[in-house]
């Protein structure tokens, strides 16, 4: 079972400068705050993995599943929630198994974003979300678990399909994810010589 809120709240004295700070106001009024690597919080305060997943042609894998009213489509990254002792990238490599029947390849730590809701039912939360580049080859289409279709988008369509509406975060994450992408190719042409 994947880790649930904690009890305490991380230590936000120890984070560096922010790159963004982006407020939202749905489902209620919670913030994300963006920080890039090498910051690295404490896995106890993280809650999910995600990645931006591209294939060998440089496209980005989305997954489909249900929004919160269990209806309405909602194309996301593929990730999810920590197993206790899993480290982020065996998470994404889970995740990206069970939600996109596909095979992480390669990943690298692109950043998290602390979310602050302060308005939640249970009280104030505060925890990050990991957000990692990985390259992925696709298996066989057979979804079993909350995904229920899988899309490739290009670069350009991305931050449009992506159910995440206006945000500077999925930019972020596109923006240093094509870069990742981008090192990784050139590091494999280097490679190949």
Not at 52 to 60: K, L, R
Not at 132 to 137: H, N
């Amino acid at each position: 079972m994947a880790r649930g809120f904690r009890a305490t709240l991380p230590d936000k004295s120890l984070e560096p400068t922010p790159r963004l700070v982006e407020t939202h106001d749905q489902p209620r009024p919670w913030t994300a705050t963006w920080f890039d690597p090498p910051f690295l919080p404490e896995l106890d305060h993280v809650d999910q993995a995600y990645g931006i997943c591209f294939t060998n042609e440089g496209e980005i894998l989305l997954i489909c599943s249900h929004d919160l009213d269990g209806v309405t489509p909602y194309w996301n990254l593929p990730g999810g929630g920590l197993m206790p002792g899993e480290t982020l990238e065996q998470c994404l490599t889970r995740e990206v198994a069970e939600e996109a029947c596909a095979r992480v390849i390669g990943s690298r730590y692109l950043g998290c974003q602390r979310v602050d809701d302060l308005e939640h039912p249970d009280g104030p939360q505060s925890f990050y979300q990991a957000r990692l580049w990985a390259r992925v080859e696709l298996d066989r289409w057979d979804p079993r678990h909350e995904a229920f279709e899988r899309r490739l988008v290009t670069p350009a369509e991305f931050l449009s399909v992506l159910a995440w509406g206006p945000s500077l975060t999925a930019a972020v994450i596109l923006e240093d994810g094509l870069r990742l992408d981008a090192e990784a190719k050139l590091s494999e042409r280097v490679t190949d010589t």
